[in-house]
């Protein structure tokens, strides 16, 4: 079945990058995705990528895909105190079945 | 849109009670999704619709919970009893082709 893992924690100072990194199991995966989750909040969807890219830069962040090794990545640059939250890799298909989280990753952002 | 709409967004009952979770996805979704999150665990899948109809409730526990799309802007999900071990975050989401947004979840207490 489809399986996705992170690292637990992060720890990285303040304007710093932070780098976050995922791997997939499932080959027939055609998005994958970040998210954030903030205390007591839902999960904000930050962006996503199509399988057959390589790379999507949305300001501050950076997504790397691997396809060939299954390895997803989000790069924040200038990391702030505000981006201290969960992130959570994700994978899916076009639409035939639910999205797979992996147990996330705890981001800490020290001053 | 103002996004996915979940109601409550806390809940406290005593074992034994009837509980019953709501959600509106975004106009236009065809796929809604109903997780669950702890700690121990992290997201679960508990089931999904397409075009209101279930296409896989494999997540869900027990026969304790049920869930219904009777229209495409409205899904409920429903814990009849409840038990302690029932507590959680649950989360709604709704999704087209790429993107999937999440409500803001329930916080359910089962004392």
């Known amino acids: 079945g489809e399986d996705v893992e992170q690292s637990l924690f992060l720890s990285v100072r303040e304007g710093d990058s932070s780098v976050i990194n995922c791997t997939y199991t499932?080959?027939?995966?055609?998005?994958l995705y970040w998210y954030k989750q903030e205390p007591g909040a839902g999960l904000q969807l930050l962006t996503y990528?199509?399988?057959?890219?390589d790379m999507k830069q949305d300001q501050r962040l950076t997504v790397l895909l691997n396809k060939k090794d299954k390895h997803l990545s989000l790069r924040i640059a200038d990391t702030q105190t505000g981006d201290s939250a969960i992130y959570f890799c994700?994978?899916?298909?076009?639409?035939?079945?639910?999205?797979?989280f992996g147990s996330g990753t705890r981001l800490q952002v020290q001053p | 849109d103002a996004g996915v709409i979940q109601s409550p967004r806390h809940e406290v009952t005593e074992m034994g009670q009837e509980v019953t979770l709501r959600c509106k996805p975004i106009?236009?979704?065809?796929?809604l999704f109903w997780y669950r999150q702890t700690m121990m665990r992290g997201l679960e899948l508990l089931i999904y619709?397409?075009?209101?109809?279930?296409?896989?409730d494999s997540g869900m526990p027990e026969d304790r919970f049920s869930a219904k799309m009777p229209n495409a802007s409205f899904s409920t999900l429903k814990i009849q009893p409840s038990e302690p071990r029932d507590s959680a975050v649950y989360f709604c989401?709704?999704?087209?082709?790429?993107?999937?947004?999440f409500g803001q979840g329930t916080r359910l207490t089962v004392v």
């Open positions: 990528i199509f399988s057959n890219m």
């Open positions: 106009s236009g979704h065809d796929y």
């Open positions: 499932d080959s027939s995966s055609t998005y």
């Open positions: 619709f397409n075009n209101n109809v279930p296409i896989d």
């Open positions: 989401a709704s999704r087209d082709r790429a993107e999937a947004f």
């Open positions: 994700a994978e899916g298909d076009t639409g035939r079945r639910a999205l797979t």
